[in-house]
């Protein structure tokens, strides 16, 4: 799973600041006034604020035991309480009385706990978000976003994750198959000889030729290059059109930076789906980039022509006057 600091996910800080906790820790003294009333005891008070103070700055309720110290003392201070033990978070921690009172916190800010429907919303939230986007975070961020509009105490992060998971994988299968299955035995043959011979010298590797300096040489070799392209690329499957072309662009930036021993390491259907896109992709740029070549060659001609002229005019000027 990735990294909670790779995603939007609240996380608090291992140490805060004063002005941290002044801004995010201290209650009002409205919130004071309902804590007091859920609880004859001091101890159970400050608990119970110190839960509704992170529900407010994170969305859910970590556990009070992880929290840093800090928190629950400026809290405490807040109701001019006694310092409270370890022992008696880890113990409130374990009560049924904590599962309570944070359902009677989620009433007082008005958010909902996720449910079966709000998982639904979330799967099909993720899954449209895959159609887009390639890496984990991304689609888990999307659905971050989402639960705090609607308003959803934030389920665990890695709650969040197995559903982007599951919502990526099913949309790349689905993609992997469009496209593997519109290959047939011939092009797969052909594709998969991409794949022969040694790192650096196989025919991947040679997909991924950049134009050099525009020597006469070079430009036919370019040009061999590019009908290399054309006859990879003749017959090979459309991509999808659901496919979208950020998402269509970073799989074409992963098929670019494997080598051949870690494209035989993929499914089939995913090494062809690479291929075929980067094939494209590189036929497009290669036709780009001899008609930059071209207006380049055009450019030096120009110059060089004019240059010429100016030459000429300049050594029949006398010829010319002689004439007049």
Known sequence: MQPIHDTAYPALPAELTAAELQAAFTPTAAEIRFVRSQSRQASTSVLILAQLKLLQRLGYFPMLADVPPAVIDHVRVALRSRVLSGTAVRRYDASGTRSRHQKLLRAYVNIRQVDATALAWLAALAAEAAQTKVELPDIVNVLIEELIRGRFELPPLASL??????????????????????????????????????????????????????????????????????????????APASLAMAKRAQLVTEARALDIAELRSLKPAKRHTLAVLFIRAQLQKALDDVAEIFIKVMRKLESLARTRLQQYQLAHADALEDLV
């Open 161 to 238: 994750q197995r559903i982007a998971a599951q919502a990526r994988s099913r949309c790349n299968e689905a993609l992997y198959r469009a496209v593997s299955e519109g290959l047939d035995p011939t092009r797969v043959a052909r594709i998969e000889a991409l794949f022969d011979g040694q790192a650096g010298k196989s025919g991947w590797d040679q997909l991924k030729r950049e134009p050099k300096r525009p020597g006469a040489r070079e430009i036919a070799s370019f040009l061999k290059h590019i009908h290399t392209l054309q006859r990879l690329a003749d017959g090979l499957p459309p």
